[in-house]
C-alpha cells in the first residue's frame, strides 16, 4: 500500500516555512506515517521521484532557477500549495520591487556604505541563475490550487493544511489559522 | 423622537430609528458588517465599499444607506463575501502590504478584516506602484505604501480636531493623502495627541517610537476576530437560532 507523496522545496524564501513545518513536534512522526517525501530537502532528493499528490512551495520567483523549479513541481503535483507570505504575496524579498533592479543591485554591490569590491561591478557569474525585473508570488508565474499564508505558517495550519489536502477535502483554511505575519 | 421600525438582515428581524444606517441598525443588533472606511466617531464616507449589502436586492455600501422599515437585506451571503473579498484582496494587490515587517500587523483592520473573509492570498497581480514616505514630522510619520484612502484621518482631523491637516490629492492610481498647504507633515500643525492619530486602520499613519509595543498573542485581533466585539454585544443570536 503505497502513501501519498509529498515534494516540498523553497525558492526566494528563508527556509522559515520548512522550519516551522519541522515545529510540528511528536506529529512529525504521525506524518512520516501518512505520507512518502518525495523531491524535498527532508530526504535530500534533488529531482523528482515519481508523481507526488501534494507540492508544498515555499519563496516566490526572484529569478531563472526559481521559475524553472515551480514549473517542474507544477508539472509533478496533483496539488500545488504556495506555502508562507513569499510564495502568496513576494514577501520580503519583494521588497525589492519598489525599487529598479539595477539600482538595486548597484546599492548593495557597487554603492553601499560597507562594500568592498574593487571590481566595481555586480557578480556576474554564468553559474548564478539570473534575477528577474521584480520578485513574483507562485500565482502569477503558475497556476496554484491552494494557498498556506503565514510568515512562517503556524505549526498548526500545516497540520490542518496536509491532513486536509491528503484527506481530499477541498477544505478552506479556517480563519484563525490565516495569519500574514 | 419618531417611530422606531424594523427590517430584516439575512431574515433576523432588526430595530432601527429612522435616519439609522443599516450599518448602525446591524451594529445595535449584534450583526456585524465588514467595513474599513467607517468609523463611529466620523461621518459615513462611504468609500472602501466593503461594507456592501443587498438592499431589497439593489447593492448599496451599509454605512451610508438609511435603513428602510420592512426591507429586506443581505448580509453574510455567498456572494456578497465574494464580492467583499475582490475589494479586499485588490487593495492588498494596489498597495505595498509587507504584513510580516509591518508595525500594525495584528492591530490591523484590513490584515483582520482579510482573515475573517477567509482571504488565504490576494488572487491578482501585485502593482508594486512605490509610494511615498512622509517621516519629516517629529512624533508621526505616513507611509502611503500602507494607505488604503479610507479617508479617517482626513475626516478626523478636519471634524474632530479642527485642522484640515489632510486631503486627497491626485486620481485613480495615482490618489493619495496629502496634508494641507504644504508638502511636509512636519509644516503642519499635526500634534501627536490628534484624534486624527487614532483612527487610522492600517499602518499608514502612525506615532515613531511606538511600534511592536505590543507582543504577538496579545495584540488587538490575535485571539479573537474582528467583529466579534460586536457579535458578542448584540441580541441577535436567539433568533439566529430560530432559523
Redo the contacts between chains.
Sequence with gaps: MSRPRIATTSLAGCFGCHMSLLDLDERILELAELVEFDRSPIDDYKEFQERCAVGLVEGGCANEENVATIREFRKNCDVLV?VG?CA?????P??R???PLEECLQEAYVDGPTVHNPSGLPPGDAELPRLLD?VY?L??VVD?D????G?PPSPEAFWAAVTALLSGEPA??P??L???? | MSESFKFYIDGVPVDAQPGMTILEAAQGAGIWIPRLCWHEELEPFGGCRVCTVKANGRPCSACTQPAEPDSVVENDTPQLREWRRALVELL?AEG???????EK??NCEL?AV???L??????F??H?K?REVDASHPDVLIDR?RCILCARCVRASRDLDGKTVFGFTGRGPDRRVAVSSTARLADTDLDVTDAAMDVCPVGALVRKREGFSVP?GSRRFDNA?IGSDIEASGASEPARQEE
Design positions: 504556495s507570505d502568496t504575496m513576494g514577501g520580503i519583494a521588497m520591487n519598489l525599487v521584480r508570488a500565482h502569477e496554484i491552494w494557498h498556506l499564508p510568515c478552506e483554511l480563519p484563525h490565516i495569519r500574514y505575519d | 492588498f505595498n502590504h509587507f504584513c510580516m515587517s509591518c500587523s495584528g490584515q482579510a482573515y475573517r477567509g482571504i488565504a492570498a490576494p488572487r497581480e501585485h508594486w512605490p505604501n504577538i476576530p
